[in-house]
C-alpha cells in the first residue's frame, strides 16, 4: 500500500503544473536560440534548435508546428528540397494552416515550383466553394427619422442576414459597409472560434456620414458622453460616424465598435470591470477594426497606417506590462487613455502574428476568458503563455519592423 501511495503522489506519473512549466521553458529556450540564429543566417545551426524546440515533450502542438515550419524555412534556405517539404508537411499537421503566410513565404521561393509543395498548399487554402460569399444586402426603402427622433435627411435601410442598417451615404457606400459588418462577423467567428448561431435576430445599427448628426443622435437616446465616434449599446445596437478613422487611420471606428456589439452578442458583456485585463476590450476592437476583406472571401488584420503606433509606442512602450492589469476605471481613467488603444492594438497585432502565429489560438481563448468574466491576476501570463514583461521587450523591436 505504501508503494502505491508513493507512487500516486509521484510527479512522473500525475505531472504538477510546476512540471509541465519547466518543460515548456525547455522548448522556450530552444526555441529563442534558434530565432537568434536564424536571424544572424546561421541557418544550419538555428535548424538543429528548432528540430530540438520542435521534439521537446510537453510543449504545445501550435508551439511545435510554428518550430517546425521556421526549421522548414532554414532547410529551404540551405537548398535541401527535402527537408524542407517534409517538415513543412510535419508543421502543417500539426495545425500551421496560414495559407497566405506560407505563399508569401521568401524563405520558400526555392521551392514554390515544387509539385509537393503546391499539394501542401492546396490542400490547406479553402476551395472556392468552402470561401466566404459576397453577403447579400437588401435594400428596403428610405426612413424619414433619426433614432433620437429628429429629421434625417437621405437616410435609407439596408438589411444583411445579421444587421439592420440605418444609413445616410451614398447607396454604394452603404452597400459596402453592410457587407463589411457581415465580413467582420464571419471573420470574428472563424478567427476566435465563435458560435455565430447564438446570434439570433438582426442587430440594429445607425450609421451617419455627419459627425454633427451622430453627435445630436447621441445626446437624444442618452449615450455615452465619451463615445466620440460611435458606441455599442448592451442591448445590441450600434451608433456610429460612419467616415471615422481612428487614430491616423489605424482601424475603421464603425468596425472598431461593430467589434464591440460581436464580442458583447455572442459572449456577453461580462468584462471584469473591476478586475485586471481590461486592456483587451480596446486593443481587439482596434485591431478588429483595422479588417480588410481582399474580394476572394479571404481577410487580412492590422495592414492599416502605422504611424501613430510607431509614434505612440516611443513614448507608451514601457507601459505594456502596467496596462495589462488596469481594470476597466483605470484604463478609462487615464487623460491620455487614446494612447493606450494604440498600444493595445500593438500587443493584438503582435500576438496575432509574431512568430508564425505561435500565440494566435492562445490569444483567442483569452479574450473570451475576458469577456466571459476570468480576468484575473496571472490570467494573461497563464492562458497566453508569456508574462506582460517579456512581451513588452518584445515589442519594441516588433513594433519598429512594422510598415
Known amino acids: 500500500m505504501l508503494t502505491i501511495t508513493l507512487l500516486a503522489l509521484s510527479p512522473f506519473t500525475i505531472p504538477s503544473e510546476a512540471y509541465q512549466d519547466k518543460k515548456q521553458s525547455k522548448f522556450d529556450e530552444a526555441y529563442q ?12 545551426d538555428a535548424a538543429e534548435f528548432y528540430k530540438k524546440a520542435s521534439t521537446s515533450s510537453g510543449a504545445k ?53 515544387d509539385e509537393t509543395f503546391k499539394k501542401i498548399l492546396k490542400g490547406i487554402t479553402p476551395p472556392p466553394s468552402a470561401k466566404a460569399k459576397t453577403p447579400t444586402v437588401k435594400k428596403i426603402g428610405a426612413i424619414n427619422k433619426s433614432p433620437g ?44 472560434n465563435m458560435d455565430k448561431s447564438k446570434w439570433t ?10 459627425i454633427k448628426k451622430f453627435q445630436q443622435v447621441r445626446n437624444s437616446v442618452g449615450g455615452p458622453g465619451m463615445a466620440v465616434h460611435g458606441w455599442a449599446d448592451s442591448s445590441g445596437k450600434l451608433y456610429c460616424y460612419v467616415n471615422g478613422r481612428g487614430y491616423a487611420g489605424l482601424y475603421w471606428t464603425y468596425l ?56 505612440t509606442y516611443e513614448n507608451k512602450k514601457e507601459q505594456v506590462a502596467e496596462m495589462i ?27 496575432f502574428n509574431v512568430e508564425s502565429g505561435r500565440y494566435k489560438n492562445r490569444f483567442g481563448e483569452y479574450i473570451k ?35
Open 61 to 113: 502542438d501550435e508551439d511545435k508546428a510554428a518550430a517546425l515550419y521556421r526549421l522548414s524555412c532554414c532547410y529551404a534556405l540551405l537548398n535541401d528540397k527535402t527537408k524542407a517539404i517534409d517538415s513543412l508537411k510535419q508543421a502543417v499537421s500539426k495545425g500551421f494552416k496560414d495559407a497566405d503566410q506560407i505563399s508569401s513565404e521568401k524563405a520558400f521561393d526555392t521551392i514554390k515550383e
Open 369 to 403: 476568458t475576458i469577456y466571459q468574466g476570468g480576468g484575473s491576476a496571472g490570467v494573461f501570463e497563464k492562458t497566453i503563455g508569456i508574462s506582460p514583461k517579456d512581451i513588452q521587450e518584445k515589442l519594441k523591436g516588433y513594433i519598429k519592423e512594422l510598415k
Open 256 to 311: 472598431h465598435e461593430g467589434c464591440h456589439l460581436i464580442l458583447n452578442v455572442l459572449l456577453g458583456d461580462n468584462t471584469p470591470k473591476n478586475s485586471a485585463d481590461y486592456w483587451v476590450v480596446e486593443g481587439i476592437a482596434c485591431y478588429m477594426g483595422s479588417l480588410k476583406n481582399k474580394g476572394d472571401g479571404t481577410f487580412t488584420f492590422g495592414k492599416e497606417n502605422h504611424s501613430m503606433l510607431k509614434k
Open 33 to 44: 536560440q534558434a530565432n537568434k540564429l536564424y536571424d544572424e543566417q546561421k541557418y544550419k
Open 201 to 210: 435576430e438582426r442587430k440594429p445599427c445607425y450609421l451617419f456620414k455627419d
Open 149 to 192: 427622433g429628429g429629421a434625417w435627411d437621405g437616410a435609407y435601410e439596408l438589411q444583411t442576414d445579421h444587421f439592420t442598417i440605418h444609413i445616410d451615404v451614398p447607396e454604394e457606400d452603404g452597400i459596402k459597409a453592410a457587407q463589411n459588418l457581415e465580413y467582420l462577423l464571419d471573420t470574428m467567428c472563424k478567427v476566435l
Open 325 to 351: 492589469s488596469w481594470n476597466e476605471a483605470k484604463f478609462y481613467g487615464k487623460p491620455d487613455r487614446g494612447n493606450y488603444y494604440v498600444v493595445g492594438y500593438g500587443v493584438c497585432h503582435y500576438l
